[in-house]
């Protein structure tokens, strides 16, 4: 049974979707405003696994992830005109999703823009104004937290922190601020052209709303999971809750999974601080993605994530090792008599117990390479059979449709005339002990994705 931890009840529960065999997935998307820093494409790497590992227990996903197109620090970036906005938000909504591919993160159903639901949001609002649950002061519009008493307890708030009757039209704020906030912005001369005509007023749509709005939309008014980085709990999480379900009466999200800060230089990761880092900087080369995924993955989505030369190092030794392994394997065709079936059989039942506790990655890939080293100390031995390496690159593959990173880009393919005669080149400069010749050529080859492992039975190769 999957069990999940669920920041509503600060503890696991068993997962049961609201229809059997299928599950709603609601995921806080970025801000276009610049290139996504990697804290943010931690939490999708995040949502990958999860939305894998559902998809493998046989669960049909529908997930939805939003874009957020208009907000304070995008209209600050852009001419302050409509065409500005939209032209600013496509390019950088376009190399988050260049991210996204490189990261191996499979698409979302939906990849709702804010700007292309703001009749969903003016409705939202107006039910919110018709039940008391909002007001409009200085021509925006607030939500009242007075009116909705449970306002807090999801972000453990204590009572004196919450201040009635005090506004903000801050999107961000500190828990000590927790006070009325913008649903609906009045326009201001300082917003340039960027606004919408509406029967709530000229303005603009704050943060908040824009998230319940587009998840009612997709997925109904009540959604199974909802996910998100630790830091959006409050506000943005909290104040979801409180007018989505001031404007339906239910129940807004079934299960909370909230991915831990990803550290990097002694501090957690934000834009606004200074301190991000995009994935084209961490990551030039193909394999360099891959690690990033991997160091994701295999760490535990509630633990904080420390990003170091030193992690990112081991990353691309463990993804290296899997494609070196997968690839090894695809060589032999000796037989033999020695059976792997059932290691596989423990190795899959040992791996799928520790990913449906919580999605309990790291004590899962203890598992699998714990079964691998077993497999490597079979191989060196020479008794390994075609039949065993065909099933565990089987199973190799079966767990890499959670992973992804052991195949992706690993395309069966001949070498080509110039790679055979370097290759060779480089054994003719190792018998010669032209070790610097030898180095530089294995270089070369690197920079064409091609890794040269040397065996004692002889140099494979492996495409990275």
Not at 44 to 55: C, G, K, S
Not at 431 to 445: F, H, M, Q, V, Y
């Amino acid at each position: 049974m999957l069990k999940l931890y669920n920041t509503l009840s600060r503890r696991k529960e068993n997962f049961v979707p609201l229809k059997e065999g299928e599950v709603g997935i609601y995921s806080c998307g970025p801000t276009v405003y610049d290139l996504a820093h990697v804290g943010n494409l931690s939490s999708f790497i995040f949502v990958d696994l999860l939305r894998r590992w559902l998809e493998y227990r046989g669960f049909k996903v529908r997930h939805v992830m939003n874009i957020t197109d208009v907000e304070d620090k995008i209209i600050s970036k852009c001419s302050k005109t409509m065409p500005g906005l939209f032209k600013h938000t496509v390019k950088f909504s376009n190399l988050l999703f260049n991210d996204l591919k490189r990261l191996n993160v499979k698409s979302a159903e939906f990849y709702p823009k804010a700007t292309g639901h703001i009749r969903e949001m003016i409705e939202l609002v107006k039910k919110l104004i018709a039940n008391g649950s909002a007001y409009e002061k200085n021509g925006s519009v607030y939500f009242r937290i007075s009116s909705f008493s449970s306002y807090g307890q999801f972000a453990r708030l204590k009572p004196k922190s919450i201040k009635n009757g005090a506004r903000v039209d801050s999107d961000e704020y500190g828990k000590d601020e927790a006070r009325d906030f913008v649903l609906w912005k009045g326009w201001k001369p300082d917003d340039g052209g960027v606004f919408w005509d509406t029967e709530i007023g000229r303005g603009r749509p704050g943060w908040h709303i824009e998230c319940s709005a587009m998840s009612m939309k997709y997925l109904g008014e009540t959604i199974d999971i909802h996910t998100g980085g630790i830091d959006l709990i409050f506000p943005h999480h909290q104040n979801e809750i409180a007018q989505s379900e001031a404007a339906t009466g239910r129940q807004f999200v079934r299960y909370w999974l909230h991915r831990e800060f990803l550290n990097i230089g002694g501090g957690k990761m934000s834009k606004s601080a200074g301190s991000g880092a995009s994935l084209s900087a961490l990551a030039p080369e193909p394999l360099d993605a891959a690690a990033f995924r991997y160091l994701v993955v295999s760490s535990h989505y509630r633990s904080p994530l420390n990003l170091t030369d030193e992690s990112m190092d081991a990353a691309r030794n463990a993804v290296t090792r899997l494609r070196n392994l997968y690839s090894r394997l695809a060589g032999i065709n000796t037989a033999g008599d020695e059976t792997v079936s059932e290691s596989i059989g423990i190795a899959r039942r040992k791996f799928g117990e520790a990913m449906d506790d919580d999605l309990g990655a790291p004590k899962a890939l203890a598992s699998l390479f714990e079964f691998l080293g077993k497999v490597e100390k079979i191989m060196q031995d020479g008794v390994f059979s075609k039949t065993s390496a065909e099933s565990v690159r089987d199973f190799m593959r079966e767990v890499d449709s959670i992973l992804g990173v052991i195949t992706e880009n690993q395309e069966e393919r001949a070498l080509g005339e110039e790679e055979l005669a370097l290759i060779q080149e480089r054994e003719e400069a190792r018998r010669s002990k032209n070790w610097k010749r030898a180095d530089d050529i294995r270089k070369l080859l690197m920079d064409k994705g091609i890794q040269l492992e040397d065996t004692p039975r002889g140099t494979r190769h492996v495409f990275v």
